[in-house]
């Protein structure tokens, strides 16, 4: 096992990914391009944090620009052989509540596991339950967190209901209750109609 180190990762992308290269590195040693494959062949492990500026899908529901976001992942293989990818992706996120529009902190974790397959490798012997991701190139980290993060992010975001600022309780027998409800005037007359029988 081990950990990826700065000087290396920019000596291999300064020479040979220039076009993909951005030339500034994240903090904490964390690369801003790697080649999964490798990464994986080596049993590298990458752990720090990232900044979400660079995640604009992701950024552009977030309320906190300035979120930060920790990785602890590991590459390796498998008992089977297979080349692979996980570990755990935390962020604590602010988005708008979907009920009021207001702020709402969330705490996101996700947790991939992925096998990582070159082109030639057929997807179709792996684990029926597995995951997979076919590295072609090397890829931007930041592109691999995001994709991760929005699965995990909830399709519609909200405060719990006591917290909600648009949340008002109704009682079950308010007449507002009663009339919001479609079928409540074919119930009272049922209720009439069953007393005259």
Same mark, same amino acid.
Request: aromatic share 4%.
């Given at each position: 096992?081990?950990?990826i180190f700065l000087e290396?990762?920019?000596?291999?992308?300064?020479?040979?990914?220039?076009? %993909?290269?951005?030339?500034? =590195?994240? /903090?904490?040693?964390? !690369?801003?391009? +790697?080649?999964?494959?490798?990464?994986?062949? #080596?049993?590298?492990?990458?752990?720090?944090?990232?900044?979400?500026?660079?995640?604009?899908?992701?950024?552009?529901?977030?309320?906190?620009?300035?979120?930060?976001?920790?990785?602890?992942?590991?590459?390796g293989r498998s008992a089977?052989?297979?080349?692979?990818?996980?570990?755990?992706?935390?962020?604590?996120?602010?988005?708008?509540?979907?009920?009021? %529009?207001?702020?709402?902190? =969330?705490? /996101?974790?996700?947790? !991939?596991?992925? +096998?990582?397959?070159?082109?030639?490798?057929? #997807?179709?012997?792996?684990?029926?339950?597995?995951?997979?991701?076919?590295?072609?190139?090397?890829?931007?980290?930041?592109?691999?967190?995001?994709?991760?993060?929005?699965?995990?992010?909830?399709?519609?975001?909200?405060?719990?209901?006591?917290?909600?600022?648009?949340?008002?309780?109704?009682?079950?027998?308010?007449?507002?209750?009663?009339?919001s409800h479609p079928f409540?005037?074919?119930?009272? /007359?049922?209720?009439?109609?069953?007393?005259?029988?």
């Amino acid at each position: 096992m081990s950990i990826i180190f700065l000087e290396s990762y920019k000596r291999i992308f300064d020479t040979n990914f220039s076009q %993909l290269y951005d030339a500034r =590195l994240m /903090l904490n040693s964390l !690369p801003v391009i +790697i080649d999964p494959i490798r990464l994986a062949d #080596e049993g590298a492990r990458l752990v720090g944090d990232l900044s979400l500026k660079p995640m604009r899908r992701l950024a552009a529901v977030c309320l906190n620009a300035d979120a930060r976001i920790s990785i602890d992942l590991q590459f390796g293989r498998s008992a089977q052989k297979w080349r692979q990818m996980h570990g755990t992706i935390t962020a604590m996120l602010q988005v708008a509540c979907q009920r009021c %529009l207001q702020g709402l902190v =969330l705490e /996101l974790k996700a947790e !991939p596991a992925l +096998i990582l397959l070159q082109p030639h490798e057929r #997807e179709d012997m792996m684990p029926e339950e597995a995951e997979s991701m076919v590295a072609t190139k090397p890829v931007a980290l930041a592109e691999i967190v995001e994709d991760e993060l929005l699965l995990a992010l909830p399709m519609i975001p909200m405060h719990a209901e006591q917290e909600c600022a648009a949340y008002s309780p109704i009682s079950k027998d308010s007449p507002a209750t009663v009339e919001s409800h479609p079928f409540a005037r074919l119930r009272a /007359l049922k209720k009439r109609t069953d007393k005259v029988k």
